[in-house]
């Protein structure tokens, strides 16, 4: 691939992984470019994956650093994250993926409006009632589980249904679900890279230079994040969600 093609990879993945960190929604940007730059639509996917790995890996640590991880929570739903994306991502091979495309909007229409509803703050507490302990803990190894496959196999959207999950079904602030939310999507970056790569369906030669862009721009974006609070990160859901909402509509009507 040409050397300029790659460097503007470079640079869109920098700002993807910055978005994706605070917010999800990165491979909206990163996705379309490894297509627009001539890659087959598995391998673009493959490769996508390869790269973002590395940011959402960054923003995990840069997170889990600063204390806003739940390590015990992260015990759970980082395995089931990353064998969800697995099985997403061989039935992503074998399936053809516009099947999600409708379901994919209606979950992030219905995403953005719980966030609207639900509004959390960064002050708001994060440590369930002790006879919910349990039941936090179940539902959020379920969204890393269902969700990890959704990433697996689709994937717009990822970051953005966990944020909104632990925010609305686990009793997580924002700073709090969009930390859990990375320890999720690295799993599942890392769950689907395996299964692309053992098929040969990762352009390393791309892959890795996008990863220095994105693991970069994961540490800027998680340090944005937690200056400025929660009403950045909701702020960024909510413009990511509806730039994904109106991508996935249009995507699908030019493909009807």
Known sequence: MDPLVIALLVIA???????DAIAGGGGLITF???LAAG?????AYGTNKGGS??????????FWRAGRVDRKQARFTFPLGLAGSALGALLALMLDEAVL???????LIGAAALLVVKKPTRDEDVVPPADKIRRYLVL?????????????????GTGTFLFVG???????????????AKVVNFASNLGAVVVFASRGAVAWEVALPMAAG????GLVGARLALRGGARLVRVMVLVTSSVLVTKLVIQLITDS
């Not at 993945?13 to 978005?19: E, I, K, M, Q, S």
């Not at 890659?39 to 391998?43: G, R």
């Not at 790995?53 to 840069?62: N, R």
């Not at 632990?166 to 859990?180: I, M, P, R």
């Open 101 to 107: 495309r409708p379901l994919a909007i209606v979950m």
């Open 32 to 34: 379309p470019a490894l």
């Open 140 to 156: 959020a190894a379920a969204l890393a589980f269902v969700i990890g496959g959704y990433d697996g196999f689709f994937g717009p």
């Open 53 to 62: 790995m590395w940011g959402s890996g960054g923003a995990m640590v840069a």
């Open 214 to 217: 994105q693991l970069c721009g």
């Open 13 to 19: 993945a920098l700002f993807a992984g910055t978005v």
């Open 39 to 43: 890659l087959p639509i598995h391998m």
């Open 166 to 180: 632990f925010v609305a079904l686990c009793g997580k602030s924002t700073l709090h679900a969009a930390a859990d």
